[in-house]
């Protein structure tokens, strides 16, 4: 009897994934806001900017006509073709809408591929560094997340040789890439992706791409993995570029073969896209100017960062390619960086994100600092690291 009872209150094993670590983070900063302090917010990814006025424009006016009803299930044919012609105009690939998926964020999209790729059990490759949820979504779907240690020598990116390396000790069934990383910020060039996905499908291993930092590539041009190969998995968001976080809508390409399994799964996971979030999308590529402006603030930004973290004391850090990150070595100060993004808190009020939330093995050494603000809040940030490292 007690037994039974107690299976009423337990939640599955699988819900036990680790929390997000920089809402720790972002829960501290707000008790130092509530009593009067004014923090500078570099712990969150996300854009500062609202979404293009276009999108805005068109969600109020499909909002003004009343009825918002469900969608075909992969989305909206003339937001799919949207989509596909983006391919042609950012990377002048010719892509069939019909292998557009849309879907509720980048986040909804790793189910759907996970879901439509893997059996439980699967080992999937990521690369560590790496943005936690690929891990956590993959445990929660019974699949195993096989951690590839990065370096600087390949830019913190996985290569073929250390993919093939891990797949002959015990077989993998796929691998994520991510270009531009997070929390990293560093780009693979097209020869690195292109011998990361040769490698991969020579062997069987099935590829997935984050492509969601693309369009926020400074160092080089970011490459889509769909320019390189027809049966990689490419995920992409609306949320950063377009600087549409909440609206909570993304894409994928699927090779041919998927576009009706993954079809069958969003049909009786969510029925369809939220409808407003999909006709803004649809109208966000009309307001580019106004998101290239965006991404013009950000290289300043990175700009202030790169010259002025240096001179303030924080001199280690990965190469600062694209996305709107920059990942910092604070070991020189601290063997714990989830301390000393605790006391830059406390202290000097800039909040970060310490490397642990994204790197089980060394995560202690770094601190990822988030520079989609201000110029301003850019400067001072800088200004206030240097006075506590100083102090
Ligand atoms: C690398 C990466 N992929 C995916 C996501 C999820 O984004 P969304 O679900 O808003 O598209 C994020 C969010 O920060 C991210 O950094």
Redesign the pocket.
């Known amino acids: 009897m007690l037994d039974k009872a107690k299976r009423l209150l337990e939640p599955s094993r699988r819900s036990e994934v680790p929390p997000f670590i920089v809402m720790d983070v972002m829960a501290a900063a707000a008790r130092i806001e509530a009593s009067g302090g004014h923090v500078i917010h570099m712990e969150v ?2 854009p500062a900017a609202p979404a293009p006025a276009t999108a805005i424009a068109a969600a109020q006016s499909a909002l003004a006509q009343g009825r918002i009803g469900y969608t075909e299930c992969l989305g909206i044919p003339s937001l799919r073709n949207r989509i596909a012609r983006h391919y042609g105009d950012a990377y002048g690939l010719s892509l069939d809408p019909a292998r557009i998926v849309v879907t509720t ?6 189910i759907l591929a996970f879901l439509s790729l893997f059996e439980p059990g699967d080992r999937v490759a990521l690369a560590n560094p790496g ?1 936690p ?1 690929y891990r956590h979504i993959l445990t929660a779907l019974g699949c195993e997340p096989v951690l590839i240690e990065t370096s600087p020598q390949t830019r913190w990116a996985l290569t073929g040789e250390q993919l093939l390396a891990a797949h002959r000790k015990k077989s993998l069934a796929g691998v994520v890439v ?1 270009s531009p ?2 929390p990293t910020g560093t780009m693979m060039n097209a020869d690195a992706l292109s011998d990361l996905i040769a490698s991969a499908e020579g062997e069987g291993i099935r590829v997935i791409s ?1 492509e ?2 693309h369009g926020l590539d400074y160092a080089f041009p970011a490459v889509t993995a769909a320019s390189l190969s027809e049966r990689a998995l490419i ?1 992409n ?4 570029y377009f600087c549409m ?1 909440g609206w ?1 809508i ?1 894409w994928m390409v699927v090779p041919d073969n998927l576009v009706r399994p993954v079809e069958r799964l969003q049909q009786n996971l969510a029925i369809s896209v939220p409808t407003l979030s999909q006709v803004a999308a649809q109208a966000a590529f009309d307001g580019r100017a106004e998101m290239e402006a965006v991404k013009h603030g950000y290289e300043e930004n990175r700009r202030i960062l790169t010259e002025g973290l240096p001179k303030a004391g924080l001199d280690k850090f990965l190469p600062v390619d694209g ?1 709107f990150y920059l990942y910092a070595d604070v070991s020189r100060f601290s063997n714990d960086s989830a301390v000393f993004a605790k006391q830059m808190l406390e202290q000097a009020h800039v909040a970060a994100t310490p490397g642990v939330d994204f790197d089980p093995l060394h995560g202690r050494d770094y601190v990822r600092f988030c520079y989609a603000g201000s110029a301003d809040e850019m400067r001072e940030a800088v200004s206030r690291i240097h006075r506590w490292l100083s102090r």
């Not at 964020?105 to 790793?110: A, I, K, L, T």
């Not at 968001?237 to 950063?240: D, G, Q, T, V």
């Open positions: 990814g996300q964020g980048s986040s909804g999209g790793f943005y949820p991510a990383a997070n984050d969601i930092y995920i968001s609306f949320s950063k976080t909570r993304g996305a």
